[in-house]
């Protein structure tokens, strides 16, 4: 551990291409160039443009009394457009704090290379490599499945003799889009407005999981210093507060640093997270809905695929979350598990301070509105399952 903050900045290696593809500088020591402004203004005007033309569709079928399956199609890609374009332009607007964010875990783990634990650390710093990557995989799945699906049904209507333009997506033009000339570029409009979607939510997802993991691997790190804090002595000798000090201010000061980097994310993604709530019950309402009700069978598959990956976006933010608060929470039960009935009266008090500040977990929150925790997982679960029944029933 010469190396400041490598551990840390392996796993910020892993999630620095979406960052890169996206125009948003990852690192303090990347400057926000004008190229760079340039790329992302490109990518969030036709992720917006794709999103308001998907609008613009619903709406216009809705005013036109089209059938209500008809109308839902284009309303999860619309809000999962709009999820990830909210996303970026927190990212772009908190680019400070998520530098602060970086360099304070890059200095808390130089301060703590001393005791770290190396099994603790592979273990879940390889679930987090694991999730990544497929995520990844799923981005590029989904992207090569919406590029090379309306060449497949042209392909398939021209051998039936009733070729027509097919695109990836139905989205409104303020021009006709059913000529020859124009299909490259409006192809080439949606696979980029796709392109966005995956980048953006890629790199603020990637990121936050990132942020939860590594803080909850440093409060688990600081439980085992707690728990060892005062040694196994067998003299009948009673350790004395001066005896243990040193160590317990430097582990105080710790503890204070954690809940400080805690509460800064939770400034960063407060607002994403409850849009991300809210949003993800609509998706999942929706696009169950559409996989239930689409005859179009490779229409619904892709509705169902799309449907997955909603599903593991939102449990994997609820899960990652809630390791942060069950991670600071056992700090408690550490320093009860230390020896702290061998010391001196003065160790105690000082020790029953920290546990019963532990005991108020560090939580990451929707804007103070939800806890983002295993409950909220299943909260939205069943939001989303309600309002899907409701929806069917309705329908039929």
Known sequence: MDEKGRLFNESLQKIQLPFR????????????TFKLRILSFLHLFFLSSGALGAFHVCWVK????????TVTVMAPCMCFSSLAGFKALHLILNRSKICEIIDKLFAIEEETKNYIVDDIYNKERNSLHKVITYFKAVYIVLLIAFMISPFSIMAKNYFEGDFELVYPFTLSYPFDINHLELYPAVYLHQVECTIAVFLFAGAADSFFYTCC???SIQFKMLQLQFEILIPDDRSQIRLKFEDVKDKFVELVEWHEKLISLTNLLEVVYGKITLYNFVISSVLICLTLFDVTVIKDVSLALTF????TTCFVQISLLCYFGDKVTQASTEVSDAVYNSLWYKCDISVGKHLLIVLMRSQKPCKLTALGFADVNQRSFMRIMSNAWSYFALLK????
Do not use: N, Q, R, W
């Not at 029933?393 to 039929?396: C, N």
């Open 62 to 69: 809705a005013m036109a009394g089209e059938d209500f399956v």
């Open 393 to 396: 029933t309705m329908y039929h």
């Open 213 to 215: 993991l590594y803080i």
């Open 304 to 307: 169902l695929f799309f449907l």
């Open 21 to 32: 593809l996206s125009g948003l500088p990852l690192y303090s020591t990347e400057k926000f």
